[in-house]
């Protein structure tokens, strides 16, 4: 295990504290949308591990895709994608982002999101609950960090 | 005054040293306050630290050299204008620091919304320019109260320094024209009824849309600085006097700028965001008449 210095530890310790979200609706049905945004809520309210919802891709940290990506979405994902500065992670919401859902082989999808993007994590459920986001949020942060992850889905 | 002073208020107090740990301290309690307000558990209180450390490392986007420097020059200039006025506030009783009067501070006060207008429209950004012009709108408006009441102030006062104006305002004119600059604050520091050029979500992030990592933290470094500048300078001219000993000014000034935080978070919890229109019509019906109140009374103070 190599010993790093303090600022190497403040900034680790900084990106676990301080997360910033973009979301990108990519043709998605607003269920999943829905769902996240109930995290910001006083029921669940995010804002207390330091979780912000941004509204310009050049503020964020961590990208977050719901919907199948359809064909007019593409191209804006990729444009939003390139946007984000390093280090970043994309977390897909929802089963539609990672295969397809119920529009698996329509001509007017492009996805699945790894087709696309690099995908970091994926949060399954049609919709996810919101105890089930902020676990892949969580896990998307811990990545962020520089952390390796526990459990079953392991050293990410 | 002499060069040590000046280099103290600079850097310790009211300058670098003092500011950014109390600037930090009251945009994070904002943020607590507002959560609590709202029944939510909310951000620690060293939450914009681990965001502004957060951004610092972030690695920057590929932008041509004229582009970075010009979008950094902004920030960097409201972060240095921010410091100035702060080693401007009239903390103690001897005035030991810059022997600054009202038009320098007021104009080192003015710079960073200017810089915001600026950087929105450099962003070359459709929602930079749309908040830059919102900015630029509600800055203007807000400045006849701000300004009509200042000038009340030091017509009363009869002087333009700083401390005779805390210490010499007449209470008749003291109390309309603190309340106006008390309804100018939120809409200076972009809060709930007033954050229409910073308009969250609607404008996406508005003169910041394209600012990312370490321009992002220069902001955030401005605006933090901006809060205890602001406040500071309102709470210097509220309180008529000073207890006398060095500890107990420092704790009062710091004291009553909190005081002015939970106040501030209060009324943006309680409100929504207005629209240009509304938040015109609502400055010029009760900001500018208290402010133009407050000029009569010191016309005929002074006529007495």
Known sequence: MKEYGFFYRLVERAREHSAFLFHFNAGACNGCDIELVSCLTPRYDVEQYGIRLEASPRHADIFVVSGPITRATRRPLELVYNQLPDPKVVVAIGNCPATGNVFCGSPMIEGPLDHIIPVDIYVPGCPPRPFAIIEGIAAAIHKLAGRTLAGPGGNA | ?304
């Open chain 2, 1 to 304: 005054m002499n060069p040590a002073h000046a280099i103290a208020a600079l850097l310790v107090f009211p300058g670098l040293l003092y500011a950014l740990p109390m600037g930090l301290l009251m945009v994070g309690s904002e943020r607590k306050l507002r959560a609590r307000f709202q029944g939510r558990i909310g951000p620690p209180l060293t939450q914009p630290f681990y965001d502004l450390v957060k951004l610092a490392a972030k690695w920057p986007l590929p932008r041509t050299r004229g582009e970075r420097d010009i979008m950094a020059l902004f920030p960097l200039l409201s972060i240095g204008a921010m410091i100035g006025a702060l080693a401007l506030l009239p903390v103690f009783h001897d005035n030991s620091g810059f022997a600054g009067d009202l038009m320098l501070l007021v104009g080192l006060l003015e710079i960073p919304p200017i810089c915001l207008v600026l950087a929105g429209y450099a962003s070359r950004s459709i929602y930079g320019e749309i908040g830059a012009n919102r900015e630029a709108a509600i800055d203007i408006l807000c400045n006849v109260p701000f300004f009509a009441a200042l000038v009340a102030m030091a017509v009363a006062a009869g002087s333009l320094q700083t401390t005779n104006i805390a210490f010499a305002t007449p209470w008749q004119v003291r109390v309309p024209a603190l309340l106006a600059v008390l309804s100018c604050l939120p809409v200076k520091l972009r809060l709930n009824p007033f954050s229409i050029a910073n308009a969250e979500q609607e404008l996406l992030a508005g003169p910041l849309t394209e600012s990312e990592g370490r321009l992002l933290a220069l902001w955030e470094l401005a605006h933090v600085l901006e809060w205890v500048a602001l406040i500071g300078f309102a709470v210097t001219i509220a309180i008529p006097g000073r207890p006398g000993g060095r500890m107990l000014d420092v704790l009062l000034f710091a004291g009553a700028s909190l005081v002015v935080v939970v106040l501030l978070t209060l009324f943006a919890s309680g409100t929504a965001r207005l629209k240009l229109r509304q938040a015109t019509r609502l400055l010029w019906r009760c900001s500018t008449v208290l402010a133009a109140i407050a000029l009569a009374a010191a016309l005929l103070a002074r006529g007495n």
